[in-house]
């Protein structure tokens, strides 16, 4: 036969059967969970604040030498704020986790603060300046120190660690400028030494090829059409004078030296006679023949009489006249060629240099080059350098960026773990299961026929009478007693449910004030 379905009335009986099976399990579940709650130690934690805050001058003026940006720069100080020497130099000063030591080992101590220590950035959407779109920007972040001890240690702890934040920020943005400026400075002096030694090599090239630079090649050229010309100049003179000497000879040879030899008067005569003979006859004419016999004749003697008077100087005006022309006139040759020789050696000076200037123009372009690109790069490093300089001098004055404290630690008032109502809550909902699930547990495993009309549908027989319960003194005893723990129970659920709301109120103020200081952060 089948189970009928359990109708209204069933379930309240069953509820009145199994009201112990109900009851007891919440209100065991529940005093564990409130012993639990109760049992735990309470953690404090303390939170600072702290504003990443942009350089006062603008970026156009001074440009800072610090390029990291924040979420770098903050991940590299807490590293080294985590280092083990900072973390156990903290735990030394405090004397943190004291019910630690004789169990764990000094790593695994500071491991343990590792963990107890939290940083968590605080973002904002900011337009960016360049692409006009908003970006998502670390504008500060929050750090946190929670542990077991008294709350005005963990505020002491959570303060020095945000101390260690600002103090390790200056230290790190000051040593980096630092750095940057004597590199700079170092570089800026190597480069200056090598531009004086690159200085004395165009020094040194200069002295070397002083008359075949490129920028004496137009000079050179100059100069070199200048000596051509003189040197033609000074050839038509030579040649001029050349004519001259040949028409002083000429006039000397017929001019004598002496005005009393009657024999040189003569002999100018046939030589005059000679000439106009010539013009009328031909060579073999005798007449021709005669007059140059007698001239042949008449140089000879004078020629003897000239050995015989060697010491005799001329005395013939138009004879000395022509003779120191003919001699000024050698010597002007001599000067011209002299001249010309000097100019000659100009000239293949000039071609000399004018030739080599290629050359020359390509090792000199080389070292010009090398100069060039020298002195172009100690300009620019002077120039970084006097930035870095000014850069530092900005994070001296503390003007660039930097970390402000805009919300110190402060003393928890209330601790930040266990969550004693969630615990609670927890312990309730798990007893009222435990409840539920044991009362249906017990009422599925009892077979027990508790009426007339059910015994007679289970055994096939009409049911002639039933009898009433008997109440013995056992009864009303065992009655007495459960109606004493009923009491009791219900008192100490009471006083659950009060301690339980009282944790709550505490929670949901202290949740509120949170929500109250992040808006006023973001506002």
């Not at 630690?409 to 009222?432: C, D, M, Q, S, T």
Request: proline letters at 4%; hydrophobic letters at 40%.
């Amino acid at each position: 036969m089948q189970d009928q379905p359990l109708t209204p009335a069933d379930y309240l009986e069953i509820i009145k059967r199994r009201k112990w099976s109900l009851i007891l399990p919440p209100v065991v579940v529940v005093l564990i969970a409130l012993v639990v709650a109760l049992a735990l130690p309470s953690v404090y934690k303390s939170t600072s604040t702290i504003l990443i805050e942009e350089q006062e001058i603008p970026v156009d003026f001074v440009k800072a030498t610090v390029t990291s940006f924040a979420e770098q720069r903050l991940q590299l100080i807490n590293q080294r704020i985590m280092s083990s020497s900072r973390l156990l130099e903290i735990i030394n000063r405090f004397d943190l986790y004291k019910d630690l030591r004789s169990r764990l080992t000094t790593e695994e101590i500071i491991e343990k603060m590792r963990e107890d220590v939290k940083m968590e950035p605080i973002s904002a959407d900011v337009v960016d300046r360049r692409t006009g779109r908003p970006t998502a920007v670390t504008i500060a972040f929050t750090l946190s120190y929670e542990g077991k001890d008294t709350p005005r240690k963990i505020q002491q702890v959570a303060n020095v660690l945000a101390s260690f934040f600002l103090k390790e920020n200056l230290e790190v943005r000051e040593r980096q400028t630092k750095e940057t400026s004597e590199f700079l400075e170092d570089e800026v002096a190597k480069v200056k030494e090598r531009l004086e030694e690159i200085e004395a090599q165009v020094a040194e090239f200069k002295n070397k090829h002083i008359n075949t630079l490129p920028e004496l090649l137009e000079v050179n050229i100059n100069g070199l059409h200048t000596t051509e010309r003189e040197i033609e100049r000074l050839e038509q003179q030579l040649r001029s004078l050349k004519e001259r000497e040949g028409y002083l000879q000429t006039q000397l040879a017929n001019v004598e030296p002496m005005l009393d030899n009657p024999d040189r008067q003569h002999l100018k005569e046939l030589r005059t006679q000679l000439v106009a003979l010539k013009a009328r006859f031909s060579d073999e004419h005798p007449d021709v023949i005669k007059t140059r016999d007698e001239i042949r004749e008449l140089e000879k003697k004078l020629s003897r009489d000239k050995a015989g008077n060697q010491d005799e100087l001329p005395d013939n005006p138009a004879y000395i006249n022509l003779a120191s022309q003919l001699a000024s006139t050698r010597t002007d040759m001599e000067t011209v060629k002299k001249q010309l020789q000097d100019l000659e050696k100009k000239r293949n000076l000039y071609q000399a240099r004018i030739e080599a200037t290629p050359k020359v123009e390509q090792a000199y372009k080389v070292i010009l080059l090398e100069y060039s690109n020298t002195q172009a790069k100690y300009n620019d490093l002077m120039r970084k350098s006097m930035e870095a300089k000014v850069a530092q001098g900005l994070e001296k004055e503390q003007k660039g960026e930097r970390f402000t404290l805009i919300d110190p630690a402060r003393l928890p008032e209330k601790p930040f773990k266990p969550n004693r109502l969630a615990i609670v809550l927890i312990g309730l909902v798990l007893g009222i299961g435990a409840g539920v699930g044991m009362a249906s547990l017990r009422e599925m495993s009892d077979n027990s026929v508790r009426s007339a009309a059910r015994l007679a549908e289970e055994t096939g027989f009409q049911v002639l009478a039933a009898l009433p319960a008997i109440e013995t003194h056992f009864d009303r005893r065992r009655r007495l007693i459960r109606r004493t723990v009923g009491a009791v129970t219900v008192v100490v659920v009471v006083a659950c449910g009060l301690i339980a709301f009282h944790y709550m109120v505490m929670d949901l103020n202290v949740l509120w004030a949170k929500v109250v200081r992040r808006l006023s952060l973001l506002v």
